[in-house]
């Protein structure tokens, strides 16, 4: 990747040094989101092998389907932002821009999707604290209601940071405030995060809809 860094700024001595600071920042911070992931997929199959029996129940109510097409959503959106850094690094803006908005468009589908999903949830009673969770007899079963809420949650928060992040970007690509590809290390860096967030939910999914469904 020689030749593609801007000038270097007065507290690092080279190109590849700030570059490498910018991955280790990243990675940090990206290393303190899966294990906050980690802990609560760590509760999630504690009570699951806990409870197996009683658990069950709350996972028959689950809309796998729904969370299978999410999945299908954020992967497709992996492999765009894949290919955005591929035209970052030879200077390709356009198309970039073009990639980025993809991205951005299926996140936020996964968004609206996920919105439709609390919705049938809340009707079916099933949420915790907002119905009466009559539909789920057992307290291991409502508390793992709780945990698909809370998980699931923390998960949209992170794809809605990670959809204001990249239009962020494209507004700066936009506005030729980002050269490419001086500044590539912005879009690979914002494609860890992306594709962290992304892996993340490939964990939750079958935790949460598929393990321990009736078949």
Do not use: C
């Amino acid at each position: 990747m020689a030749g593609i860094d801007a000038p270097v700024t007065e507290q690092f001595q080279t190109a590849p040094q700030r570059r490498e600071a910018a991955y280790l920042g990243m990675w940090l911070f990206l290393v303190t989101e899966l294990m906050m992931f980690g802990g609560l997929i760590f509760a999630i199959w504690y009570y699951r092998l806990a409870y197996e029996a009683s658990i069950s129940k709350a996972v028959e109510h689950m809309h796998y389907l729904l969370g299978g097409a999410n999945s299908a959503l954020l992967l497709t959106s992996s492999f765009t932002m894949s290919l955005a850094i591929q035209v970052a690094r030879k200077g390709q803006t356009t198309r970039l821009k073009g990639l980025m908005l993809v991205s951005v468009a299926l996140a936020t589908a996964f968004l609206a999707l996920k919105g439709y999903e609390y919705h049938s949830e809340y009707k079916e009673g099933l949420l915790p604290a907002v119905t009466s969770q009559e539909a789920l007899q057992e307290p291991a079963a409502r508390l793992f209601m709780g945990l698909y809420l809370i998980s699931t949650g923390l998960h949209a928060l992170h794809i809605l940071a990670a959809i204001t992040l990249g239009l962020g970007i494209w507004l700066r690509l936009r506005l030729e405030r980002l050269r490419m590809p001086e500044r590539v290390t912005v879009i690979e860096t914002f494609a860890f995060y992306w594709h962290t967030v992304d892996v993340i939910w490939i964990f939750l999914y079958p935790s949460l809809y598929l393990i321990g469904r009736p078949i």
